[in-house]
């Protein structure tokens, strides 16, 4: 499979039919684009892309009961949909780096 592949997978793996588009910061960056989704299952789902050439700080604020935690799940040019770490959120609030010309996807718990 090629990296579009992998990085397309990462929206069919984790937005499930079903799921329902929520507000996010659409560019917190000028190189980075985020969407996040409500699945049917009650998950939170944020997909970052950034199509810069420098890793990206992401900062998350959600609103209280959203999610304790997120599994980060990553492709770039070394990996394919590889998991990258459980992310904590505390008092609401979570950060992490998105890797330089990626696809990260978070999926709240």
């Known amino acids: 499979m090629s990296k579009r592949g992998y990085a397309m997978s990462q929206f069919a793996r984790f937005v499930r039919p079903g799921s329902v588009r929520v507000g996010a910061t659409e560019h917190p960056y000028s190189d980075v684009s985020v969407t996040a989704y409500r699945t049917p299952d009650n998950k939170l789902v944020v997909v970052a892309v950034n199509t810069g050439t420098g890793h990206q700080r992401l900062d998350l604020t959600l609103p209280s009961g959203t999610a304790t935690q997120f599994a980060k799940y990553s492709t770039s040019s070394t990996l394919n949909v590889g998991f990258g770490?459980?992310?904590?959120?505390?008092?609401?609030k979570t950060s992490l780096y998105v890797d330089p010309q990626s696809v990260?996807?978070?999926?709240g718990n």
């Open 85 to 92: 770490g459980n992310y904590s959120v505390v008092n609401g």
């Open 104 to 107: 990260a996807t978070l999926v």
